[in-house]
């Protein structure tokens, strides 16, 4: 019988579940949306229901050199499940300790006491494992991605959020308050002026974000026809000054901040992976460069590197998590 874990990338919209071997072998990945507006037991009924919907389908598990460890005839018996989640996590717990509306109620939640309770007939006493959700794609990024092989690599994640983990010696940093990587909320003097969703003047999420960068675009006097962030991309591919100007100092913000955190850390690498970071070279090529531009001698070199797994890589690096807190060995 083949041994794995299932990984959980649980976010605003949807939640994403595959199995994942100790090879790093992984399942079909399978996908529901997230009932963000029924509360945390409903989110948690779902995320148990995915899980069993994932073991009980099996599949094949592919290896990253694309070989077959476990097909539809080998059995997988499951011994934990780690879960990445938007929101600060103090993943001792497995508690919510803060969280934005994109999941109602969120904040507080015993995640893993919640799905211990409603998987403990398939876990048979395996760990469920709870962590931030960029913790858990860096974790993924470090093991099998971009930043395999490194000892350590600062990930950050620009989507609906900035967000940043630090992987060092293959385990996510936590920080003494769970907070560790919060980079959005770093002070930014390309965010002045401009209103964070935590509430604060002039932090980087305020401008680096996705939304953030359309409404930025629109307080240049940008059109509300534009009317969201793929939107103002499309007129700066098309030549719009304005827009072309909003994309590249929301980048070059992102890119600033990267610089201040590679500079106090030196990671190996950094991987840039969410979104905006699909979003094309209008975006990307000022978020690097004004990385470079930012640092001294020995770190001008530093590797900035884009997403190798994409949305695999939360299900993966929160499967991690969960195979290395498995205490009991598996015949
Ligand atoms: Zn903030």
Redesign the pocket.
Known sequence: MSDAVVGVDLGGTKIAAALVSEEGAVGPVRSVPTPSQEGPDAVLDTVAGLVRDVVARGGVLTAPDGTATATPDTPVRVSGVGVGTAGVVDSTAGTILSATDALRGWAGTEVRAGLVERLADLLAGGPVTVENDVDAHAGGEAWLGAAAGLDSVLMVAVGTGVGAGLVLGGRPLRGARHVAGEM??MPSPDADGLR?????PG?L??IGSGPALHRYYLSLGGTPDAVDTRAVYARAVAGEELALRAVTDSARAVGRAVAGVATVLDPAAVVVGGGMSQAGPLWWEPMVAAVRTELIEPLTDIPVLPSALGPVAAVLGAARTALAARTVPVA
């Open positions: 959005g909320h964070c969703g935590c509430g604060r932090h999420e305020a």
